[in-house]
């Protein structure tokens, strides 16, 4: 049983991890109705929320992950250099932003 994930055709919670895709995503199988899925970028567990850019206010994406830290870029990159480093799991709370930085150019 995975907890969170429900089956798109039945909607039942009995479902098993079921190996993974070409691509790498985790593959489910419904217990009830025996269909197997992966799970949509949006419907995945713990899906990310974007902070907005403190320049442009277009979303951000994250660019890198390293030692726990999450760094952001601004989706109008090139044009908006604008980039946030936020800790851990903060980037849910946006409680703990780290100073903000442009890159000149």
Known sequence: MVNGVFCPRCRADAIYRYGKTGTGKK???CQVCRRQFSLK?????GALER??????GKPMHVYMRHG???R??????????????IAGEAHLTHAHLLPVGTRPG
């Open 41 to 45: 970028r949006s419907d995945r567990l």
């Open 72 to 85: 952001f870029r601004c989706s109008d990159y090139p044009s908006c250099r604008t980039f946030l480093k």
């Open 68 to 70: 726990g830290m999450l």
């Open 27 to 29: 593959r489910y199988l």
């Open 51 to 56: 902070p907005a850019c403190p320049t442009c």
